[in-house]
């Protein structure tokens, strides 16, 4: 099974033991792409690149790790968007963006005319490209294209509060890809958030995602277990005891690796349903991926290759 990621690809601005502000390459759908590749998988990277340094830097660095770029349109006159990364006294992330008429926000559906839906593919994004109406329009037309070519659809929220300038848009946004989608990975703190917004509870939240046709929600909470919920089941699979560096990237390296595994046991669109236990085996191996880059600093070179896990 081939990934196919589309969104954003920035430089995440990381600071040091000294305090200094490092460029790492980042974004949360190109960190799933390096990590399903540094484990073994064949991932595509879909996204605009600005033409700058920093855009060279990205594209790279993607294929350093074994990501192909081959479909990633490069714009001039434009910037790479930023994200300042501050780490507080529990080495929790905090952001500030600079993500104004960026490269990742001008891709139209057309700069990917010529891609090719791979035959059992995974299509993965995040909610970043629903914060403008440009990118959003964007970002539906290739996922109705993604389950029209019967690509096994995973949709990492991945809530960005700072960059929404309309917070009026984001739930009704985030909730039209639902009925397209095979699997969900919210935080607690999202999911609570938006169940919140739609005035139900969790529970009443994930009842009503099952009935839209979504087949798994897998839940991170920290250092909590992770909860791995299907319609008929709710199993918690136990974090493991790390001395946490870094938590920039964990939840990227967790549906990597979970998508990895799924791939592993070849577990694709047509047979998700009925694939239970399967199911558990990947939320096992995912945990263990996302400690694995808490354990570090940085998230690229955090992500682990499946030697470092097995």
């Given amino acids: 099974m081939k990934l196919t990621c589309f969104g954003e690809a920035l430089i995440d601005l990381l600071p040091n033991q000294e305090g200094a502000l490092l460029p790492i390459v980042g974004g949360a759908p190109a960190n799933a792409a390096v990590g399903f590749a540094k484990l073994g998988g064949t991932a595509e990277f879909l996204g605009g690149l600005a033409s700058d340094a920093f855009g060279q830097k990205i594209r790279s660095t993607l294929e350093y790790y074994g990501v192909t770029t081959n479909y990633c349109p490069t714009f001039d006159n434009t910037n790479t968007a930023l994200a300042v990364v501050v780490l507080d006294e529990h080495n929790e992330r905090q952001f500030s963006f600079y993500r104004n008429q960026t490269a ?7 700069n990917f005319a010529k891609f090719r839906w791979p035959e059992i593919g995974a299509f993965h994004f995040c909610s970043n490209t629903l914060t403008t109406s440009h990118i959003s329009n964007t970002h539906m037309a ?4 993604a389950a029209a070519h019967q690509q096994l659809i995973c949709f990492d929220v991945n809530l960005r509060l700072n960059l929404w300038h309309d917070l009026s848009q984001l739930s009704n946004r985030i ?18 958030y938006l169940s919140q917004a739609a005035n139900s509870t969790t529970q009443q939240y994930c009842h009503w ?3 839209l046709g979504v087949k798994v929600v897998l ?4 250092k909590h277990p992770v909860k791995l919920i299907t319609q008929s089941q709710c199993i918690e699979v136990t974090t493991p005891g790390i001395q946490v560096v870094d938590t920039t990237g964990a939840g990227d390296s967790l549906i990597s690796g979970f998508l990895f595994y799924l791939a592993q046991l070849g577990v694709h669109k047509a047979n998700l349903a009925n694939a239970t236990h399967k199911l558990e085996l990947a939320a096992q191996f995912a945990v263990k991926c996302g400690a694995h880059t808490c354990a570090q600093l940085g998230v690229m070179q955090a992500l ?3 030697e470092q896990i097995s």
């Fill in 219 to 222: 839940l991170s909470d920290g």
């Fill in 209 to 211: 995602l099952f009935s």
């Fill in 304 to 306: 682990p290759t499946l």
């Fill in 142 to 145: 290739l996922l109705k294209q």
């Fill in 175 to 192: 909730e039209a890809c639902y009925a397209y989608c095979d699997i969900l990975k919210f935080s607690l703190e999202e999911l609570e």
């Fill in 104 to 110: 990742d926000l001008l891709v139209s559906e057309a």
